[in-house]
């Protein structure tokens, strides 16, 4: 990985000043977000929608099938890509389907945002993983990565039930 930075121009020190370091996380971040909160995401589904369990489920499969291939695909190309720019196509693969998911009410049509979402949540996280990998210290690098996402879930866990009470499950795509 370092190999490839260094062929591409980039010397490995770009990759350690501290604002960068954040940046990618903050983006590994917003790729796992939905991720980490999925049990909230598919009981309020299955609460506030009245979906049964399978079908509360398959939202929360649509969503981990695209991360994996969001992931998958970003990793192959992440060594000839430019990693803002697949940094902004995974935002916008995030943002716009889960925009879209506040005005659909037709269950496939959901099924297909929420893979599209989690396609652009899988290249955010192979983006910060390629990112964090090219500092001169990726493990501790990481290790910040999952206190902080695990921290976010905690967070999300405490915060989300009411915020779900008070204004339906929608409230998860803004």
């Known amino acids: 990985m370092a190999d490839a930075v260094l062929q591409s121009g980039l010397s490995q020190r770009h990759f350690d000043h501290p604002p960068i370091i954040a940046v990618m996380l903050v983006i590994g971040l917003a790729g796992a977000i939905s991720t980490v909160v999925l049990p ?32 998958f695909v970003a ?38 945002l929420r893979f599209v979402a989690g396609v652009g949540g899988g290249a955010l996280l192979a983006t910060m ?19 902080a996402a695990f921290a976010c879930a905690g967070a999300s866990f405490a915060w989300l039930p009411p915020l779900l009470e008070q204004n339906g499950v929608a409230a998860l795509f803004l």
């Open 40 to 71: 909230l995401i598919v009981a309020s589904a299955a609460a506030q929608l009245d979906l049964s369990a399978t079908l509360a489920g398959a939202i929360a499969s649509a969503e981990m099938a695209g991360v994996a291939l969001g992931a």
């Open 129 to 147: 993983a390629a990112g964090v990998g090219a500092t001169s210290k990726p493990d501790r690098n990481f290790a910040v990565f999952v206190g």
């Open 75 to 112: 990793g192959l190309r992440i060594d000839r890509t430019n990693r803002a720019r697949l940094a902004q196509i995974g935002s916008c693969l995030v943002v716009f389907p889960n925009l879209s998911a506040l005005c659909v009410v037709a269950l496939p049509a959901l099924l297909a």
